[in-house]
């Protein structure tokens, strides 16, 4: 049994680069149209142009800030005039810093913030009637930072925990209808990610594929009954289930330590 998108259209963030690249490839060869939202107008283009070639489907272009405030509604808007309905929403639009905290630049948390927490809730408040109708996903990309503290990532880490515990929160309230949620954790991707973070630091344990993470999802959602979320990987599963027999206190030095952080590593020894 397959996920079966065919005859939708399925809106995805961070639609550029990584992991939305793959999703709109994937969602694409399976007879979805798609909205594909990113800033850089011309990669999307090139994407679209890809997609139209190969598939034939329907592929709108929507450059796009989401880390402005209001990003949602502005983007319903828009999708409206263009008389565009949306059945199913992957919310994969966000990024990481690295560093002290107390050094970090305050604009660019808060921005951190606002894309990859405001903008997710707003747009799955914002679509989420859209999808109950239909028998779509909401899918929204978490990370396996999101299972412990993560000083070095202090913020990114802890978005990252907001988006896995708010999307099970949502998995538990869409059952009993025909719309599947599913919160996907991968470790390390080969993507931009680490470009825009400004260090491999923070890269712990093998990277994987988009193209691997991608799939997990995929079959996640193909199977009978959807987990809330998966992890992808499975040392990466192995790593989050162990932070359930930790201490938060160890749980903290020891991700501290993996990740960099010179204090934690002499915290961690003594």
């Not at 949602?72 to 199913?88: C, K, M, N, P």
């Not at 966000?94 to 107390?102: E, I, K, L, Q, V």
């Amino acid at each position: 049994m397959s996920f079966d998108v065919s005859g939708t259209t399925v809106l995805i963030t961070g639609a550029s680069a990584g992991l939305g690249v793959e999703f709109a490839r994937r969602f694409a060869g399976r007879g979805a149209d798609l909205v594909l939202v990113a800033r850089r107008a011309d990669r999307l283009e090139q994407l679209a142009t890809e997609l139209r070639a190969a598939h034939h489907v329907s592929v709108t272009v929507l450059p796009f800030d989401l880390a402005l405030p209001g990003a949602g509604e502005r983007l319903r808007g828009e999708l409206t005039a263009r008389d565009i309905g949306v059945d199913s929403l992957i919310n994969n639009a966000g990024f990481g810093t690295h560093g002290d905290f107390a050094s970090a630049d305050l604009e660019r948390l808060t921005s951190e913030i606002q894309l990859n927490v405001t903008t997710l809730v707003e747009l799955s408040h914002t679509f989420l009637p859209d999808l109950l109708r239909g028998r779509g996903a909401l899918v929204n990309v978490a990370s396996t930072a999101a299972f412990q503290p993560t000083p070095g990532m202090a913020v990114y880490g802890a978005t990252k925990a907001f988006v896995l515990n708010f999307t099970e929160a949502l998995w538990a309230e869409a059952r009993g209808t025909d719309l599947t949620v599913l919160a996907v954790c991968p470790g390390p991707t080969r993507t931009e990610f680490f470009d825009v973070v400004g260090s491999e630091d923070a890269a712990v344990g093998r990277m994987q594929t988009a193209d691997q993470v991608v799939s997990t999802a995929l079959r996640a959602l193909d199977r009978r009954s959807t987990p809330p979320s998966v992890v992808s990987g499975l040392m990466n599963w192995v790593s989050s289930v162990s932070t359930r027999f930790a201490t938060r206190r160890i749980g903290a030095l020891a991700s501290g330590r993996l990740l960099g952080d010179v204090r934690m590593r002499t915290s961690v020894t003594r």
